[in-house]
């Protein structure tokens, strides 16, 4: 009797790694790759006018990312210098939950944290289903509407909110990271 909870239980998880196996992760990867880029795009017009001043410097590395079923690849970091400030702007990753990604804003002063997000959302939303052993589960719901991605700041738990980015945002959060 035990052996065929077990071989039930085999059954599930290999049932379940087919699920996993069936998206495309390389894809994932190139458009998590993109929307990084966007985001800097995004910084960079913001910055735009103290740049071409030269009272802010910015610039580009990469760095490498190893995430499960994704595997290991490049992504650029942002490195922003304000005066004797350094401010990086580090990409987390894309395999997350409740996010398609997450760039950390990092200074001497504390981190911001900027999720890629639906742009109609104003928090992070958590689903659960439970069922009982024996039951069928719950039909799948229809299927949703197509999400518009936006870049948005995540203030900190609990109460978890986001922050719409645009320019003052934008330039709130990196005061706050380098003690202004």
């Not at 400030?85 to 996010?99: E, F, M």
């Amino acid at each position: 009797m035990k052996h065929k909870i077990f071989d039930d239980f085999v059954n599930s998880q290999i049932s379940k790694k087919n699920e996993i196996v069936d998206l495309d992760w390389s894809k994932q990867r190139d458009e998590w790759i993109e929307c990084v880029s966007s985001f800097y795009a995004q910084v960079e017009s913001f910055l735009k006018q103290y740049v071409s001043k030269g009272q802010i410097q910015v610039n580009y590395e990469t760095k490498k990312i190893t995430e499960e079923y994704i595997g290991e690849y490049e992504v650029k970091t942002a490195n922003i210098r304000l005066g004797k400030n350094k401010i990086k702007l580090d990409p987390i990753g894309t395999n997350l939950i409740g996010a398609k990604g997450r760039v950390d804003m990092i200074g001497s002063n504390g981190k911001v944290k900027f999720v890629l997000v639906d742009k109609d959302s104003p928090a992070p939303k958590m689903a659960i289903r439970v069922w009982v052993n024996g039951q069928e589960p719950p039909h799948k719901e229809k299927k949703k509407r197509e999400i518009e991605w936006a870049w948005k700041i995540s203030t900190p738990p609990p109460g978890i909110t986001y922050i719409e980015l645009n320019k003052e945002s934008f330039f709130e959060a990196l005061m706050g990271v380098a003690n202004a």
